[in-house]
């Protein structure tokens, strides 16, 4: 059974500071990884996309993978409080017939003023 | 209308009614799925369509029926419901395998009571 692993949090930070969310995933083969935000009682919205190891940066998001260690994580720098929202970890499923994506369940982030 | 939508928004129905959900994308792609998410429970993958076509079911309870008859639209009909079937529906759509651009999208979802 291919895994996408979350803490589940709360992750609390104070406004200003920086956010890491972490995320590990059980398919070595793997090669597409996103991130997704999501408000309370609102749909998934597509923030950051990596294909590569290495960091991605996209304003104040960046977005870090490992393929050794199968690891990928999100830095949020700056937070805000309307960054309060639960972010998702998505990674491609290779194994059917259309590139799927299996989701983790999700770390809580709470950035306080 | 951008993006992708969903009708309805909201929707109660008892366990013997059959109601039908809507999306429809606007971003020219031609793979399109149906999620569920229930609390506490990651995101999970109902139907996938490409092209038209269903590739993929992860054995989903025939209470449920997707269909799609066009790379725009898709449905989800419902019937026999059970409570334990109340949960936020939500549709996606990407472009297909080939091209390598395998970022879905979300409509705004259906939050479904069954009562």
């Known amino acids: 059974q291919k895994e996408v692993e979350q803490n589940s949090g709360p992750l609390s930070v104070p406004e200003g500071a920086i956010a890491s969310l972490n995320c590990t995933y059980s398919?070595?083969?793997?090669?597409?990884f996103f991130w997704y935000r999501q408000y309370s009682g609102k749909s998934p919205e597509l923030i950051m996309s990596?294909?590569?190891?290495g960091d991605k940066e996209d304003g104040r998001f960046t977005a870090q993978l490992n393929k050794a260690s199968q690891y990928v994580s999100l830095l949020i720098r700056d937070s805000q409080p309307s960054d309060s929202a639960t972010y998702l970890c998505?990674?491609?499923?290779?194994?059917?017939?259309?590139?799927?994506?299996?989701f983790g369940k999700g770390t809580k982030l709470s950035v306080k003023p | 209308e951008t993006g992708v939508t969903q009708t309805p928004r909201h929707l109660v129905m008892g366990m013997t009614n059959k109601k039908s959900l809507k999306c429809e994308q606007h971003?020219?792609?031609?793979?399109m799925y149906w999620y569920k998410q229930s609390a506490k429970k990651p995101l999970e993958l109902m139907f996938v369509?490409?092209?038209?076509?269903?590739?993929e079911n992860n054995s989903v309870p025939s209470r449920f029926s997707p269909e799609c008859p066009n790379s725009s639209h898709l449905f989800l009909h419902l019937h026999t419901l059970q409570p334990e079937d109340s949960a936020l529906y939500l549709c996606?759509?990407?472009?297909?395998?080939?091209?390598?651009?395998?970022?879905?999208?979300f409509g705004p979802g259906t939050r479904l009571t069954v009562t």
């Open positions: 971003l020219g792609h031609n793979a």
């Open positions: 990596i294909y590569s190891n």
């Open positions: 398919d070595r083969v793997s090669q597409s």
């Open positions: 998505a990674v491609v499923n290779y194994g059917g017939s259309q590139g799927n994506l299996i």
């Open positions: 369509y490409s092209l038209e076509e269903r590739v």
């Open positions: 996606a759509s990407s472009q297909d395998w080939a091209s390598g651009k395998l970022e879905q999208y």
